[in-house]
């Protein structure tokens, strides 16, 4: 018999979740029954519940000793809490978040244990920092466009293609397009510093979805919202994980895997230095990492990390080569400081109003 508690948004709420499939009672407070035998492991992260119900229900079937107390916590509460381990609902074991600059941070100032993960020989060297941080998943950022609304030949396949759509058809976006707003994104920051790695022609983009009246969004769920309802025609540098999974219940939603280059996110997990189970810690990781957990994981469009799996996105494997990894490495750390993040900032502000 095995339970799952569940801390929602920060909150002292704990429940049985029978999403996941777990037989067990729940009391009438609404709280799982505790059951003394069983060790806590404490796992916090940036990543929704209902996309790693099965891993977290797997890895307790495997280890029935272990009770899973799993906190969906945004990326700032999640570093805060590996710097100064003291929430009430206890230090995170385990810290697993798509915030790839912070979570690097926090292994390059030594609150991240060192563990070479069992797994590792499967784990492509981009994925990988130091044995103090791993690479989780690998999930493409992508365009969202809207099929019922947008012609086949005014669907972008590329960059430079996009830029030459908005150049050359502005009216069929005027006011229709998205992307993140990096000045309140770390996502959207991380994204569009990253474009701007690749390729300087990125500025020009960005300055033609200014003319275009581009909208602002600080998440990804909410561009995809705004497609899907008919409200935006497209949406740039979307988050593809939650892209995919939403197109696979709404047939309006396209997804387009930019064919001269398509960046590749990951969540990174490590074990913080405070883990008070540092042991079991370290199981979940290599679970986390191991084929059996990256396969659970893929079932919700969490694309594996391992070069020795198929993505099962027929389209992620065909871009091949167009594939741009944003590797573990210092260089994430370059818009923490904060005169260099107000410099970029000051770019994107000048770019957006060019004329």
């Known amino acids: 018999m095995y339970r799952l508690l569940v801390g929602i948004c920060g909150l002292a709420v704990c429940f049985f979740s029978s999403a996941v499939a777990f037989a067990g009672d729940s009391g009438d407070d609404g709280k799982a029954n505790s059951n003394h035998s069983q060790i806590r492991l404490v796992v916090k992260s940036t990543t929704d519940i209902s996309e790693a119900a099965d891993l977290v229900a797997e890895f307790m079937k495997l280890n029935p000793e272990v009770l899973v107390q799993y906190s969906k916590v945004s990326s700032t509460d999640?570093?805060?809490?590996?710097?100064?381990?003291?929430?009430?609902?206890?230090?995170?074991?385990?810290?697993?978040?798509?915030?790839?600059?912070?979570?690097?941070?926090?292994?390059?100032d030594g609150y991240s244990a060192e563990y070479r993960s069992t797994e590792e020989g499967g784990i492509p060297g981009w994925a990988r920092w130091k044995d103090r941080a791993y690479g989780v998943t690998a999930e493409p950022v992508v365009i969202v466009f809207n099929k019922r609304l947008l012609r086949e030949d005014r669907v972008p396949k590329d960059h430079a293609q996009?830029?030459?759509?908005?150049?050359?058809?502005?009216?069929?976006?005027?006011?229709?397009?998205?992307?993140?707003d990096p000045e309140l994104s770390g996502t959207g920051l991380l994204f569009i510093t990253q474009d701007v790695r690749v390729t300087a022609q990125t500025w020009k983009l960005v300055a033609a979805m200014g003319r275009a009246g581009v909208k602002l969004y600080t998440s990804s769920a909410a561009m995809i919202d705004r497609v899907g309802a008919g409200d935006l025609v497209l949406a740039y540098n979307v988050l593809g994980s939650y892209a995919l999974e939403r197109a696979k219940h709404d047939q309006n939603l396209g997804v387009v895997f930019p064919s001269d280059?398509?960046?590749?996110?990951?969540?990174?997990?490590?074990?913080?230095?405070?883990?008070?189970?540092?042991?079991?810690?370290?199981?979940?990781?290599?679970?986390?990492?191991?084929?059996?957990?990256?396969?659970?994981?893929?079932?919700?469009?969490?694309?594996?990390?391992?070069?020795?799996?198929?993505?099962?996105?027929?389209?992620?494997?065909?871009?091949g080569k167009a594939l741009r990894p944003i590797a573990l490495s210092i260089d994430l750390l370059t818009y923490l400081d904060q005169a260099k993040r107000r410099r970029f900032l000051k770019d994107w502000r000048d770019a957006l109003r060019e004329r």
């Not at 710097?83 to 009430?88: E, I, K, Q, Y």
């Not at 994981?297 to 871009?319: E, Q, T």
């Open 78 to 108: 999640l570093f805060d809490d590996v710097v100064n381990p003291s929430g009430r609902d206890g230090a995170a074991d385990v810290a697993w978040s798509s915030a790839m600059d912070l979570q690097i941070k926090l292994a390059n």
């Open 162 to 180: 996009f830029l030459r759509l908005l150049t050359d058809h502005l009216s069929a976006y005027q006011g229709k397009i998205a992307t993140y």
């Open 261 to 319: 280059y398509t960046l590749l996110l990951s969540r990174i997990a490590l074990i913080p230095r405070s883990a008070g189970q540092s042991e079991l810690a370290r199981r979940f990781v290599d679970f986390m990492l191991s084929r059996e957990g990256q396969t659970l994981l893929a079932r919700h469009s969490l694309g594996p990390v391992r070069d020795d799996m198929k993505s099962p996105m027929p389209d992620l494997v065909d871009a």
